[in-house]
């Protein structure tokens, strides 16, 4: 039904950028807000930047400042700029699709690291 596939993962030294994309296709009604979350090895998943429908948004507090996340309607795609990542930013980065219920993507690994 509805697909959502994370592309843009990667290796990237500290203080380097990379930017993810989520493209949503299939059956798709009244997308309340899409999310980036992401989980590190032996933690759990947690919420990186939420954008509603409105496009407020949300950050948390270790991405502040250096995380964007965006939105293009017409694509149906949302982004996450990720610029002066840490190691600690090491994890698979998952998309989040919420309608009347929660869709995931696959996950894209990013791995930052000298």
């Known amino acids: 039904q509805v697909q959502v596939v994370e592309s843009g993962g990667g290796l990237v030294q500290p203080g380097g950028s990379l930017r993810l994309s989520c493209a949503v296709s299939?059956?798709?009604?009244?997308?309340?807000?899409m999310a980036w979350y992401r989980q590190a090895p032996g933690k759990q998943r947690e919420s990186v930047a939420i954008?509603?429908?409105?496009?407020?948004?949300i950050y948390a507090d270790a991405v502040k400042g250096r995380f964007t996340i965006s939105r293009d309607n017409a694509k149906n795609t949302i982004y996450l700029q990720m610029n002066s990542l840490k190691a600690e930013d090491t994890a698979v980065y998952y998309c989040?699709?919420?309608?009347?219920?929660?869709?995931w993507g696959q996950g894209t690994q990013v791995t930052v690291s000298a």
């Open positions: 989040n699709v919420r309608t009347l219920w929660d869709d």
């Open positions: 954008i509603d429908s409105g496009g407020s948004t």
């Open positions: 299939g059956v798709i009604s009244n997308i309340r807000r």
